[in-house]
């Protein structure tokens, strides 16, 4: 096959920093293990600040008189006779009483089904191969945007497609694939619904939270506004710099046969799609039916509200699970795919199997957590960060995206969204609460820093394979390529994902349902 030759640059010196941060990155250990010595260094520190007397003086909701009070907070040491009997008889409770950890379990009790039946993947591959030509780049972007909400379908199914689609349009593939790569990965926290990494984010931010009050909850949908229209700027975004900046660097390839992906569908499949869509509003269409009367079991039941501590939005995660999880059934039993319900409980053994790794880090990032704040060690830092930050009289916009910032840094040398959350959430959240910011508001900061460093991380699981879908169309591919040609959506990422944040704080625009951006 003839390859497409492009037109590029080699900078020896951008090469040699690239290899030095894929060396850094490779070089940390396992995350289950990170978290393991992280919980041991509280431990060890715990005891160091203990003894040095180490304290912070400040303002924290005291939870007897649920008022604000001004309190002297010390460091704990663990290696006490009461940290050593804390940390035995409060491991299976830090364990089981995780926030995130059973919400992403009910979630992907739904979301496998999607993924493991080829719903999703067909979904998705209908709606790409039936887009017309001039609304093909700002469609993948979109679809690569809203293939987030089933974790990781979006790098396996629509970015090879993207490259096909492109190719087959005259267009470079290696464009088409950048596209994708964009939607899926740097628009990761912006979508139209809410997905798995939400209820995700939103446990730690709990969590962390009841550093400063331990009565504070951070809803899935707490971003949700904020989401949906930050989906439409990335769509704009990603559509003007794969048009206007991508692709006119890249050679134009010659075309290839249109029906190379006609056969992407076959009518088995295509009559799958049909009855699990129809299956799918049938789903949208009673619930939107059962929360139109006043007294609707789905409403608040002293206030009538839909969002107000409403059992719609208090139980939005197995309302995800069940809309995910009946029409991706239906998929598959006319698919053939499931023959019957044994094969139906095996796919759900499968999805829970799948999440082995992320329950056995769950484990140590509870510890982790639960040691934190027991020491008051986070407490501590919030105090003194607040103190600094109050000091430096800086806006709030600027201390947003200072934090923005911050988090695409740390995002190219540690891999896992939530993980970094994990570390990141009980130091800043707490220091943001106490300058009167809302949870919700840091974690939002701290997504959109994490999505626009996706996409010139090599840290990043999938970006090896994003390097194998390149040398398809280009064996001269490699990281450096890749870097080069995402590194424009980065930045226009950054710099219009940041402007959005401020405009909103500047109108004073909630972010979610109920969530405000001050306390």
Known sequence: MKKIPKRRENNRIFQRFL??????????????????????????LSSICAFLDVSAAGETINPSTMELEKQVVSAVSLLTREGLSYMLTSAVSNFTSFAPLGVVLVTMLGVGFAEGS????????RAILSTPRGIVTPMLVFLGVMSNIASD?????????????????GRHPIAGLAAAFAGVSGGFSANLLIGTIDPMLAGISTEASHLVNPFYT???????????????????????????????????PDKIEPDSISREMGDLERKALRW???????ILLFIAACCIPANSFLRNPQTGSLTENAPLINGLIPLIAIIFLVPSIVFGLVTRKYKGEKDVCSQMSENMSAMGSYIALSFFA?????YFSYTKLGTILALKGAEWLGSVAMPGPVLMV?????????????????????????????????????????????????????????LMAYFSMIVVFAKKYDNSSGIGTIISTMIPYCLFFLLGWSALLILWMLLGLPLGPGAGLLL
């Open 276 to 282: 699990a869509n129809w299956t799918l509003l049938a």
């Open 118 to 125: 080829g719903y999703l993947s067909a979904l998705i591959r």
């Open 218 to 252: 951070v809803q899935a949908t707490d971003n949700w506004f904020f989401m949906i229209v930050s989906t439409f700027l990335i769509v704009a975004i990603g559509t003007f710099v794969t048009d206007r900046i991508v692709e006119p660097r890249l050679a134009a």
């Open 402 to 458: 200072l934090f923005i910032l911050f988090s695409a840094l740390i995002n190219l040398v540690m891999g896992s969204a939530s993980a970094k959350w994990t570390i990141l959430a009980p130091v800043f959240v707490p220091m943001f609460m106490l300058l009167g910011y809302s949870p919700q508001l840091t974690q939002v900061a701290y997504r959109i820093g994490d999505s626009c460093t996706n996409l010139i991380t090599p």
């Open 153 to 169: 379908v979006g790098y396996v199914v629509l970015i090879p497609i993207g490259a096909v689609i492109f190719k087959a349009y």
């Open 366 to 370: 509870a510890q982790f957590i639960n």
């Open 19 to 44: 290899n030095y941060i894929e060396k850094i990155g490779n070089s940390l250990p396992h995350p289950i293990t990170l978290f393991a010595l992280f919980a041991f260094a509280v431990v060890i």
